[in-house]
């Protein structure tokens, strides 16, 4: 449990959790449903305001307890409706999330940690280096901020319609935060989000996806982006610790738990670097007659990187082929770039960095 002070910050915390909070101060553990309506649902943070707790109850609440949400640091609006916040995480470090509007649903993308460990080398993220993961309540406090803050659909429903880990961080290397921040995105006292609507984005944290599978049964993402272990070696370095084939039979035993599920592999597109229809011959080898979406993601560039996009008409040649040889494969279409809001430029802002690039070693760390 996360300690504001010298009292509790409730946000974050699954049911079970709350539930322990109040039994603690023997209370009955129902306290919690309520509680986690008027936060979730009601968008209320004081719990004077929780008029089905008793007075001496939400007395004990304010003496002992806490609602505190990430501080907000900057709103970036861009032409196309996407919208982004900077969220302070505390010592001068800072992550994003982005909203992206389209007609029938929202998408709000999420941040895990305060930069990432997993040196992608076309990510903006990864080159930011790692400082920490985030607590649960940060990570919900996002999904709070913008539930409460956007407008609500005509049904009256909140803007966001799906969640996607895919912000800054891996998901998988913060698990233990992870979960509890799934659970209230799925609970019909929190969000109450379809399980096909929360979406966890990973580079392939093999022991994890395994776990995942287990206990959160939510859809799954896996950042590929290249189609033999030579080239995933260098665009991805934790292929050096789970090759391709060791990534995808977990890939497989993911989906074969649960009902009509598909994995869907998210592959960006780099110039003259995994773009050639040789490639799209060798990603079809691996996936076809899998339970396989692939989805391909046009490159966005930032500050120094060393990569370019592949042109409009490689990504559409690169497509057909897919296609043409069974895979179900789409284009991710480029939202937000005017405020560096787009699929890999987030970089937040990541200060006192535990490391600029990551040993062996330290993968299979981040990796247990």
């Known amino acids: 449990m996360h300690q504001v002070a010298d ?22 553990p129902y306290h919690a449903r309520q509680v986690m309506r008027w936060m979730y649902q009601r968008g209320v943070t004081d719990f004077e305001q929780m008029s089905d707790l008793s007075k001496s109850l939400r007395q004990r609440l304010s003496g002992s307890a806490v609602i505190e949400l990430p501080k907000v640091l ?38 895990s940690q305060v930069g990432c460990a997993l040196d992608c080398v076309f990510c903006a993220t990864g080159a930011q280096g790692f400082n920490k993961n985030l607590t ?11 539930t409460q803050t956007l407008p609500r659909r005509s049904n009256g429903g909140f803007a966001v319609t799906n969640v996607v880990f895919m912000g800054m961080g891996e ?34 944290i093999v022991a994890h996806i395994d776990r995942l599978g287990d ?44 009902a009509n599920r598909f994995i869907t592999f998210e592959y960006v597109m780099l110039r003259g670097v995994n773009d050639s229809l040789k490639h799209a011959d ?9 339970p396989a979406k692939v989805n391909l993601i046009p490159f966005n560039a930032f500050a120094g990187t060393q990569f370019s996009r592949s042109a409009a008409d490689t990504i559409r040649q690169f497509q057909d082929k897919l296609r043409y040889r069974g895979l179900v494969a789409t ?24 490391r600029s690039r990551l040993s062996e070693k330290h993968m299979r760390m981040a990796s247990a």
Not at 171 to 177: E, H, I, S, T, V
Not at 331 to 354: E, F, H, N, P, Y
Request: aromatic share 6%; hydrophobic share 40%.
């Open 7 to 28: 009292r509790e910050n409730l946000l974050g915390l699954p049911q079970s959790g709350l539930e322990a909070y109040f039994a603690a101060m023997g209370e009955k």
């Open 74 to 111: 900057s709103q970036h609006d861009s032409v196309d409706g996407t919208v982004k916040w900077l969220f302070a995480s505390g010592m001068g470090q800072a992550v994003e999330a982005v909203f992206i509007p389209e007609p029938g649903r929202g998408t709000l993308c999420i941040s």
């Open 136 to 146: 649960a309540a940060e990570i919900i406090g996002q999904v709070w901020h913008a």
């Open 171 to 204: 998901p998988l290397a913060n698990y233990r935060c992870l979960v509890p921040a799934l659970d209230l995105l799925l609970s019909d006292l929190a969000y109450g989000l379809s399980r096909r609507r929360v979406t966890v984005s990973t580079v392939g």
């Open 215 to 258: 206990e959160c049964n939510v859809a799954l993402a896996v950042s590929l982006h290249a189609p033999n272990n030579a080239l995933r070696d260098r665009l991805v370095p934790i292929n050096r610790v789970h090759p391709i084939e060791e990534l995808l039979e977990t890939c497989w035993r993911y989906a074969a738990k649960h």
């Open 282 to 290: 060798e990603l079809v080898n691996l996936l076809k007659g899998k």
């Open 331 to 354: 284009t991710r279409k480029t939202r937000g770039d005017d405020i560096d809001a787009a699929c890999g430029q987030l970089a937040g802002k990541v200060s006192d960095r535990v």
